[in-house]
Each structure stands twice: as C-alpha cells, then as structure tokens.
C-alpha cells in the first residue's frame, strides 16, 4: 500500500493483505496520523517505509534514502526524490516480473528512474491551460491556486513520462491526485 491519507475504517477491509505500506510524504491528504496509529496498532506485522522527513513527524519501521534501495523479503523497493514543498519521495518496485512505478505530489518527474515500466502510478493534477487561467487570481480563490498547482504534476508531463516509459500500449496509467478544479 502507498499512503494512508484517509479514514482508517475504509483502509481497514483492505489492510488484510497488506505487507508493507509506503509513505511519500508528510501531508495530511498522504498521512492520516489517526489512521497510521491504528494501523501500527491493529496490523503491526505491516512494515512501515517512508523519508526522513515522515520518520521525524511519525513512527515508522524503516527510513529509506533516494538511491539506496531497501531489500526485504518480498520487494526491492527503490525511491527516488520528487520535487514539492516538503520532502517527497516516489517509488518503484517489481511484483511477479512486473515493474512498478509510483509518484505524486511532485512538479517534475526528471529523477524517476528510466526503464520500462508495466504499471505506472503517477499524478496527473492540472490541465496547464486551466491553471495558467487561475494565474494572479488569488482572491478569486482566496489562495494562490497558480503556485499552489506548480508544486504538482501536470497531465501533460504525466502523459509525456507515461509514454516514454511504459513498457507496452497495455500497460495500465493510473493517474492519481487529479485537482478538482484544474484537471
Ligand atoms: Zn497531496
Ligand atoms: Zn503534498
């Protein structure tokens, strides 16, 4: 599982199964503290992995390093550093010879790793015409939604990263953390 960032009693029927749990960084929408506690509580044989940053705000099992990949009795899982306004890690791994990449929360996919992937978990936030539309029009939105918006990855450079790196046309895009607003 990668991120908890919603209500423990709907992650709990789909923990049953669960191994290991990923996290990606330390925002609410990809951490529910109440949900990562019950989850150590009630699942303590899943093992939790995330970066520094997530180890210092949270309990986990293992800190994983960009480049330094964790070996564990099932998975080699291998991050890779995203680009946000905290530390944010995407993720790959390989399940029954298929490869396995997932990101989000990131402007840019410039240090995922390059290979070819048959499952590929990336966001895909913002259509850039909708959110240049937005562009200094924070009291409209009564935040700034342009810059709020570039801390995240557009569907055109998910689609770009998509077929670059997929390893066939059916490979699977999952496209994950679509804006309301701007996608
Ligand atoms: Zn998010
Ligand atoms: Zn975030």
């Given at each position: ?23 990606t960084h330390i925002h609410s929408d990809h951490i529910n ?34 480049g330094y990949p964790i070996d564990t009795a099932d998975y ?76 995240h990855l557009s569907r055109n450079d998910c689609e770009a ?23």
């Open positions: 599982m990668v991120d908890c960032g919603i209500a423990f009693k709907h992650l709990k029927p789909h923990l049953y199964g669960v191994k290991y749990l990923l996290l503290p109440t949900a990562l506690r019950n989850i150590r509580k009630s699942f303590p044989h899943i093992r939790v992995i995330g970066n520094y940053e997530v180890g210092q705000h949270f309990e986990i099992d293992h800190i994983i390093n960009a080699t899982f291998e991050a890779f550093e995203c680009v946000h306004d905290v530390v944010t890690y995407g993720y790959t791994w390989d399940y029954n010879k298929q490869s396995i990449i997932y990101a989000t929360d990131t402007s840019t996919l410039k240090n995922a790793p390059i290979r070819k992937y048959d499952y590929l978990f990336l966001e895909s936030n913002y259509d850039p015409i909708k959110l240049e539309l937005a562009r200094g029009k924070r009291q409209q939105f009564g935040y700034d939604a342009y810059a709020g918006g570039l801390r990263f998509y077929y670059m790196n997929r390893r066939s046309a059916k490979s699977p895009l999952i496209e994950l953390h679509k804006s309301s607003r701007f996608y």
